[in-house]
């Protein structure tokens, strides 16, 4: 099973709303991984959680804050949001978070989120 | 730094035929992996492939190959028996032991009955 799931699909929110996207998985692995990818682009990395931990955060501005929990569920919480983040905003575990030999990464369906 | 280019941004094959989407990478560590994602429409991210860089032999999973030249740092995917819903954006990606996933720009294809 290399499933990897995400709530909502779909999420429309204002400039003032306070919003969080959640990503689940059940494989047992230890690093989980927020992308957001606009249209016709490759995804890009936000962030990387390895053992629960911050591991890796690429200059993300503030109005996105991520959280883990546990080592099953990764959150993105949203606050203050301009239009232009309006993008696809994906999900992804893997294994062990490092180079090794079942480091693959495995991705969500995404929620579609648009900022009005 | 790593960078993965993706050169044809659309192709288009006849369903049954063959095609093969072209990816080239640089890097300089030693210990990498290279990668094939297909996204369709419906924008889930699938795996398609995946090849350890210290593994001459290439990787095949059903109607889907690759040829890795690593001298060359070529990596091109080969779908066999193309399908209607193989059409899809592929992307190909590499990662090293940064633990960050590097994408290439993507080719669209799209596959005609």
């Known amino acids: 099973d290399t499933e990897v799931t995400q709530t909502p699909k779909h999420l429309v929110m204002g400039m003032t709303n306070k919003k969080s996207l959640k990503c689940e998985q059940h494989m047992g692995h230890r690093a989980m991984y927020w992308y957001k990818q606009k249209a016709k682009k490759p995804p890009e990395l936000m962030f990387v959680?390895?053992?629960?931990?911050?591991?890796i955060n690429e200059s993300v501005p503030s109005r996105f804050s991520p959280e883990c929990p546990n080592s099953s569920l990764l959150n993105l919480h949203l606050h203050a949001l301009q239009p232009e983040d309006s993008a696809l905003y994906l999900c992804?575990?893997?294994?062990?978070?490092?180079?090794?030999?079942?480091?693959?990464?495995?991705f969500g369906p995404g929620t579609r989120l648009t900022v009005l | 730094a790593q960078t993965v280019t993706q050169s044809q941004p659309e192709m288009s094959v006849q369903e049954a035929e063959t095609v093969t989407l072209s990816c080239t990478y640089d890097?300089?560590?030693?210990?990498?992996?290279l990668f094939w994602y297909k996204q369709p429409p419906s924008r889930q991210m699938i795996l398609v492939i995946r090849q350890e860089a210290y593994k001459q032999q290439n990787a095949t999973e059903n109607r889907f190959s690759v040829n890795f030249q690593k001298a060359a740092k070529s990596f091109s995917l080969k779908i066999s028996d193309s399908q209607l819903g193989d059409t899809a954006m592929y992307f190909c990606?590499?990662?090293?032991?940064?633990?960050?996933?590097?994408f290439g720009t993507g080719t669209r294809l799209q596959v005609f009955p």
């Open positions: 959680y390895s053992y629960e931990k911050l591991s």
């Open positions: 990606a590499s990662l090293t032991n940064t633990d960050k996933l590097i």
């Open positions: 992804a575990s893997s294994e062990e978070g490092a180079v090794s030999s079942t480091d693959t990464q495995y």
């Open positions: 890097t300089s560590e030693s210990n990498y992996y």
